[in-house]
């Protein structure tokens, strides 16, 4: 079945101008401040650590994937779908400007066929457990919710916001955070994957509450375990949009 899906999608439409659409919503992003020397090891080749004031976050991300086309292509159930991840933010300098981008120490989704062709393709670190999501609100605030089961325990990362939608200020912390727009993936010491992500500046909802239940460790290794005892220095809810992820391009130094 995976191998019929991924030579599915690599012959359905080679003329897609994108390797992927979608629109990515309501994305709960919670940012913590690390060390830089903790992901000195995940950087890849051509890039360095982007920094925001001198200071070095990673963000547990939790967002729907909604009407998503792989080369232009709609899969039956394989449209609407969770994805939580990890992931840190560097940079690129290239043709006299700097590329900002993010790497992924770890992608959740629940369906296996992503997984595949994630991994095999952009040599993504996608992983494929259980999952569910929930939105509710009232006259005064939205709340959402995302789990995922790893190890036979339920995580679950929830923010509760006000309605009104508002601007993301230029220069802010939550700009850093959002206007990340290039993926890149640490192929082997000498070889780097590139990819593009496109898509309009983000407007946001302001948190009122937030709940985090979430064993790093078990999720994301022993390298992250300290986040366990550590608080987010801000959360954020990025209402999100249309999206296109563009074919990779190998860096090679």
Known sequence: ???????????????????????????????????????????????????????????????????????GIKVPFHIDFEEVNLRFYVKRFENGEWKRGVVFIKETVPKTAITFIANTLYNEHYQTNEMMHYVSDNKETNSFVYQWKNHNKWNTIKVKTGKEELEIDLNSEAEFITEHYFGYTKYNKDTTFEYEVTHPRWEQLAIIDYKIDVDFEDNYGKDFAFLNESKPVSTFLAIGSKITVENKKKIKL
């Open 1 to 71: 079945m995976l191998i019929a899906t991924y030579f599915y999608f690599l012959t359905a439409n080679i003329n897609s101008d994108s390797f992927l659409t979608a629109e990515w919503k309501n994305l709960a992003l919670f940012n913590y401040e690390v060390d830089p020397k903790i992901l000195e090891k995940y950087v890849p080749l051509g890039t360095e650590i982007d920094l925001w004031n001198n200071r070095c976050y990673v963000s547990l991300v939790g967002f729907m994937f909604e009407n998503t086309k792989v080369l």
